[in-house]
């Protein structure tokens, strides 16, 4: 059975950081490509950033810069490290697991508030 636990939402100020984790267990996580999504009420869930299993990172251009995406093969944890936030980046935030069939695993997803 595979899990996505998601980790390190909360609220802060704008300008400040926050770390996203995402524990993963019922993959092989070393050959899995990981992301971050968010969503907000009423909008389609956006990719944010991805990782695949070799480390290649991709970023959405709203938070190139400001995010980033790293993976613990060892620990099988994936994070977001999100730095220079803005109240535009309030979303709940989803992790991702690439399914050999092309679409994702999800986490519940863990809510990040920005305050201005």
């Known amino acids: 059975q595979v899990q996505l636990v998601e980790s390190g939402g909360g609220l802060v100020q704008a300008g400040g950081s926050l770390r996203l984790s995402c524990a993963a267990s019922g993959i092989i996580f070393t050959?899995?490509?990981?992301?971050?999504y968010r969503q907000?009420?009423?909008?389609q869930r956006e990719l944010v950033a991805h990782i695949t299993s070799?480390?290649?990172?991709h970023y959405a251009d709203s938070v190139?810069?400001?995010?980033?995406?790293?993976?613990?093969?060892?620990?099988?944890?994936?994070?977001?490290?999100?730095?220079?936030?803005?109240?535009?980046?309030?979303?709940?935030?989803?992790?991702?697991?690439?399914?050999?069939?092309?679409?994702?695993?999800?986490?519940?997803?863990?809510?990040?508030?920005?305050?201005?």
């Open 31 to 36: 050959f899995t490509p990981m992301g971050w």
């Open 40 to 43: 907000v009420p009423g909008k």
């Open 54 to 57: 070799g480390g290649s990172t």
């Open 64 to 116: 190139k810069g400001r995010f980033t995406i790293s993976r613990d093969n060892a620990k099988n944890t994936v994070y977001l490290q999100m730095n220079s936030l803005k109240p535009e980046d309030t979303a709940v935030y989803y992790c991702a697991a690439r399914r050999p069939a092309g679409d994702n695993y999800w986490g519940q997803g863990t809510q990040v508030t920005v305050s201005s």
